[in-house]
C-alpha cells in the first residue's frame, strides 16, 4: 500500500512536467530507464524502440537479475555498455553481461582496477575478442532522439581512486535531462560543478556513490535540481540522511532502489515512475 500511495504522489508531485503513460505518449516514441535492484551497487538500463544502453552491471551475484531481463530480449546484444568504473558493486556482473548477452560497443575509465570482478571482466572481454572504447574526452551519443554525453575524469590521480575516476552520462531526451553521476565523490563533484560541457541541471538524477555525503553534496545537489532521484542502496545502507534532507528541500521526489527495482517512462516532456 505504501508503494502505490508513493505512486500516486510522483503522479501529483509532477502533474506540471510529469503525467501517466498514456498522457505523456501522445505520438512521441517513449524512453524507458530501469534502475535494477541489485543491493548497493549500479545496474541502469536504457532502452528507446531501437536502441539499448546498460550503465554498469552491479555485483557478480546479482547478475542473474540483469540477465533474466535482458534475456527477454530475443537473444539481441546490447547496442552500449558503459562501465562507470571497477568497483566490484559496477562491473562484478559485467562478465556475464558480455558471456550471456554480448555488447556492440563497451566504453569505461582510462585507468586499471584491482579486483578479481575487474579481471574476470577482462577475460570476458578477451574471450568476446572486444576492445573497450577508453573514454578519456568528452564522448557524444544519439539515437531515436536521445542525445548522451559520457563525461570523463579529468585528472589522472584522486584521494579516491576508484569512485572519483567514474565515468557521468548526460542524457537530453526532447526536453528532459537525465544524469547518471556514477560514485563520484568530493573531487570529482568539483569537477562537475565546474565543468562547462553541459548544464548540470536535470530532471532525473541517479544520485552519486549511493547516496553517501561528501563536503559539497549540499551544491552539487542544489546544482542539479532534480524533479526526481533515485538512490542505488541496500536496507543495511540505505543512503545519509543528510542527503535524503537535501534531496527533499530541493523538491525531489527520491527513490530508493532498496525498495524494489524502480522504472522511469519518458516521453520527454513528461515522465512516469514506479517501483516494484
Known sequence: MKRYLLILLTVLLFSSGCGKRGQAAGEREEIKITFFDVGKGD?????TENTSMLIDAGYDDTAEVLLDYLRQRDGEPLDYLVITHFDKDHVGGADHVLKD???EQIFQ???EGDSGQYQEYLEALDAAGQQPELVTDTRSLSFDGAECLIYPPQKQEYEEEDNDFSLVISMTYNEQRFLFAGDCEKER???LLNQTEFDLEHDLLKVPHHGRK??????????VSPKAAVITCSEEEPGDDKVRKILRQTGAQTYFTSEGTVT???DGEHMEIWQE
Not at 545496474?43 to 532502452?47: C, G, R, V
Not at 561528501?214 to 546544482?223: D, V
Open 264 to 266: 522511469c517512462i519518458s
Open 214 to 223: 561528501e563536503k559539497n553534496s549540499e551544491e552539487f545537489l542544489e546544482a
Open 101 to 103: 548477452v554480448g555488447a
Open 189 to 191: 563533484l568539483k569537477e
Open 109 to 111: 575509465p582510462d585507468y
Open 43 to 47: 545496474a541502469i538500463l536504457i532502452e
